[in-house]
């Protein structure tokens, strides 16, 4: 169950120059949040800027939960700036998050960019089940790759100019891996976050293979419960929210 909460920063740390990571802490945070959901999180002790924004849940442990952002605009930039020991208001967990696969397929997750930190808690439950696509522009967005090196199957990384991993985009190489496997690809689930166009990229090469999957949108949130309409998207049964009847929604169901 989401709800309002007090929490207490205990680090707020740089990964590198455009990343940080978040770590909360309060009794009242769940244990119990599921891959894909996520929290809106107050950026300044000032009313400006006076909305949350949402983060994903990158890890959660007793009384504490992980986020990885990055600095965008001025609500993480403020964020970068708040200190340990100083406390935050938090509304969560929020969404839907990820179903898991049935028994007889086999998941990969797309991640591009900062939709690692969707993706994390997916990846560190299925395992040695599922194969992760994790794309960047430089080698210098490819980040926990030491922790996901061991969580799943494999592991295939890949660069838009060719800095680590494979050269191009990370559905690129998605494309080029189905191509080599087009006999199974209906024993296929795929889970993806990242930018929009990754998405649609995804989702157009989801329908031309046959294979069925989910995304997590993003969308700029004003409220986060579903009362403002701000995150709406276009679905094949109407409109949406992204905060309440997402952020995951099967790949069939967004209208691009
Ligand atoms: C479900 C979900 C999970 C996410 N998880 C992560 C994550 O784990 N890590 C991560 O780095 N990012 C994540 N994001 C993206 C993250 O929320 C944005 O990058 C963040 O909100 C940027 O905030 P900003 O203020 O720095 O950027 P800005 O670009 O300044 O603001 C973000 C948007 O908020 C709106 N906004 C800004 N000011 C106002 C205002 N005064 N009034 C109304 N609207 C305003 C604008 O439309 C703006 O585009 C997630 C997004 C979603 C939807
Ligand atoms: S953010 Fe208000 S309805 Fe989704």
């Not at 924004?53 to 009384?63: T, V, Y």
């Not at 591009?112 to 560190?124: P, V, W």
């Not at 089940?129 to 592991?155: I, P, Q, S």
């Not at 024993?187 to 989910?214: D, F, N, W």
Request: glycine content about 10%; some cysteine; charged content about 20%.
């Amino acid at each position: 169950m989401s709800r309002y909460l007090r929490a207490e920063i205990i680090e707020n740390s740089p990964v590198n120059e455009s990343h940080n990571l978040l770590i909360l802490s309060s009794s009242g945070i769940s244990k119990n949040s599921a891959p894909g959901q996520f929290y809106m999180i107050e950026t300044a002790s000032s009313y400006d800027p006076l909305l949350k924004r949402p983060f994903s849940i990158l890890k959660q442990k007793s009384g504490t939960a992980h986020f990885l952002y990055r600095i965008k605009g001025k609500g993480t930039e403020r964020m970068r700036q708040m200190k340990n020991g100083a406390s935050v208001s938090v509304l969560g967990p929020l969404g839907n998050g990820y179903p898991l696969p049935g028994k007889n397929l086999t998941p990969i997750l797309i991640a591009g960019g900062i939709g690692i930190a969707s993706l994390f808690t997916l990846a560190e439950k299925l395992g040695k089940n599922a194969y992760l696509f994790y794309g960047g522009r430089t080698k210098e967005e490819l980040l926990l790759l030491d922790e996901l090196k061991g969580m799943v199957k494999e592991l295939i990384i890949s660069t838009d100019n060719g800095s680590a991993g494979e050269k191009g985009t990370v559905v690129d190489v998605l494309k080029n891996f189905l191509a080599l496997r087009s006999a199974l690809c209906a024993q296929h689930l795929l889970y993806a976050c990242g930018p929009s166009p990754m998405l649609e990229a995804v989702s157009r090469l989801a329908t031309e293979k046959g294979i069925k999957g989910y995304i997590s949108m993003e969308e700029n949130m004003a409220c986060g419960v579903g009362a403002c309409l701000g995150c709406t998207v276009k679905t094949k049964s109407g409109y949406k929210r992204v905060c309440k009847e997402g952020p995951v929604f099967s790949i069939e169901e967004i209208v691009w």
